[in-house]
């Protein structure tokens, strides 16, 4: 089975998760350690994703239409004027990003990034842009990011599908999460400067087992470490079925809401990424 393939399983897996049979699923009541564990591990993993989708995001200037290797000439250009931290490197269709070499780590969207990325202008026609991104050690300083994704999108559809497959790290204590994702994001009302709405999918595996993840209708700003609005359906390795429903409660703390078998909890998320529970 191909790399893809393998991860096409894994989220169709996910996908399923909630259409299981009755005697699969774990109704005992939701614990305290249980809902604050779901609350770490979906912070962690988004906390990532929004650090990868920084990378994707800042990779979508340059004209569509053009030869794959202009628009790899003229993203090179954007990025170097957009961040003259970084050191760039072109061969072909293919740029190479490593970002903090040139003095301190690279500032971008209220984070302060190091690593490097990797992408590659695979296709771009008016109808079909593929772009091909991987990175290492890529990093804001709490999490670090490691493997690819795939992003396709066309020039009259302003969202993008984001295919992706990567190791995520948290950097105080080396937690590490084996993710894959399948998703598309659509701009906030605010634009992409603002942050993005996604839906999908995202499963992972972390030392506390398989997490299958559906997000729906989920808002996303770039300087939040959670997202701001929607709903996450997350089924945890003891195969319990979690409802995540978000909500911001000022511009520093978003409320999350965990709704399980038989019990909720809630919880303050402030922009570091501490929760504080509040329902007591």
Not at 10 to 34: G, I, M, Q, S, W
Not at 103 to 113: S, T
């Amino acid at each position: 089975m191909t790399q893809h393939a393998s991860v096409r399983v894994a989220l169709c897996a996910a996908a399923l998760v909630f259409a299981a049979c009755p005697r699969d699923k774990n109704d005992d009541p939701l614990t305290l350690a249980e809902a604050s564990q779901a609350l770490e591990e979906t912070t962690l993993e988004s906390q990532a994703q929004a650090l990868a989708s920084d990378s994707i995001e800042l990779s979508t200037h340059f004209t569509i239409g053009q030869a794959a290797r202009d628009a790899a000439a003229e993203l090179r250009e954007f990025i170097l004027a957009e961040l003259p931290c970084a050191q760039l490197t072109l061969e072909d269709a293919t740029l190479t990003v490593d970002y903090g070499v040139e003095g301190d780590a690279c500032l971008y969207h209220g984070k302060r990034i190091t690593g490097q990325s990797r992408v590659s202008v695979a296709k771009n026609d008016r109808d079909d842009v593929v772009v091909e991104h991987s990175w290492t050690d890529l990093s804001n300083g709490i999490v670090e990011v490691d493997g690819h994704a795939t992003v396709t999108y066309t020039l009259d559809d302003p969202s993008r599908h984001v295919v992706h497959d990567v190791t995520i790290t948290r950097l105080r204590d080396g937690l590490e999460l084996e993710s894959q994702g399948d998703r598309t994001q659509r701009p906030l009302e605010g634009g992409l400067v603002e942050g993005f709405q996604v839906d999908g999918t995202r499963a992972w595996s972390s030392r506390r087992g398989d997490w299958g993840l559906v997000i729906d209708d989920v808002e996303m700003r770039w300087v939040d470490p959670v997202p701001q609005a929607g709903t996450y359906k997350l089924v945890t390795p003891k195969n319990k079925e979690l409802k995540l429903g978000f909500e911001r409660k000022d511009e520093d703390t978003i409320t999350v809401t965990l709704a399980g078998p038989k019990r909720q909890f809630v919880f303050d998320v402030s922009k570091t990424g501490t929760a504080t529970r509040v329902d007591e």
